[in-house]
């Protein structure tokens, strides 16, 4: 096989970052720390077996701030003493990196909150509500949601940089304009030009590797690279073009 074209070679990476995450600066962390000091205290599965708390709870770097979310919602936490769902709140502290306390009723948890070393509140999550904002160490707000969407902001200037729902990722500059944003099917991923023009697409599976055909185009409207994917890897020919369409690259892939 030739060696990839810069085009080709930048497309097919844009479709991995974009496909292994929404945002490149996202880490995933099981916390254990969520019950220490709590003995009298455990999670239980929906057939009533402990499980240990790391499944319970995961913090996530996203937009430069610490996200806590609960990873498994079918988990109840148990009272051993009372042998009954616990009622009240949690709270676990260290001086120099988090101070979490989680509030609950009949043993699931309703309110979510963080602080920094500082004591500056960090995050507050009404799961009830589907409400929460999320702020960094100088009390700039820099991601809220409701139960529709969820905004990323830029804590320097508010202006918001993101807006995600179900199917649809929005994104804008400095400025505050809408740049570009991605529509998201069972199938695939389609990116549009702010004024509606597609700008890629690629194929998109949950259950599986991805494949079906690669497209992206030029912001007049010109295909710029055409492809496809067969079971997660390039497959077959693909062709990169001018903003004029005339063909200037060619790479096959067995």
């Not at 945002?23 to 019950?35: A, M, N, P, R, T």
């Not at 499980?51 to 430069?64: A, E, F, K």
């Not at 948890?109 to 929460?132: P, Q």
């Not at 960094?136 to 508010?158: C, H, M, V």
Request: net charge negative; proline share 4%; with cysteine.
């Amino acid at each position: 096989m030739k060696a990839q074209s810069p085009v080709i070679s930048f497309f097919a990476a844009l479709i991995c970052l974009l496909i292994v995450g929404a945002c490149s600066d996202q880490e995933v962390k099981e916390e254990h720390y969520f019950l220490d000091g709590y003995d009298h205290l455990e999670f239980r599965d929906s057939t009533g077996l402990p499980v240990p708390p790391n499944q319970y709870i995961v913090s996530t770097q996203v937009n430069g701030v610490r996200m806590y979310d609960i990873r498994d919602t079918t988990l109840i936490l148990f009272n051993t003493r009372a042998k009954e769902p616990y009622r009240g709140y949690i709270r676990t502290f260290d001086s120099r990196d988090y101070n979490l306390q989680g509030e609950f009723e009949n043993g699931e948890m309703f309110r979510l909150r963080y602080w920094y070393a500082s004591r500056r509140l960090g995050m507050d999550a009404d799961y009830r509500k589907n409400t929460g904002s999320i702020w960094d160490k100088l009390g700039r707000l820099a991601i809220s949601w409701n139960a529709d969407e969820l905004y990323f902001i830029d804590p320097a200037t508010q202006k918001i940089t993101q807006i995600r729902t179900d199917t649809m990722t929005s994104y804008y500059n400095k400025s505050g304009e809408l740049t570009s944003y991605t529509v998201r099917t069972d199938t695939s991923f389609v990116q549009y030009y702010a004024d509606g023009q597609p700008r890629f697409k690629f194929p998109y599976s949950e259950v599986g590797p991805r494949s079906g055909q690669v497209r992206r185009w030029h912001p007049n409207g010109q295909v710029q690279v055409t492809g496809q994917y067969k079971d997660g890897e390039q497959s077959g020919v693909w062709i990169e073009y001018d903003s004029l369409g005339n063909e200037i690259k060619r790479e096959s892939y067995d």
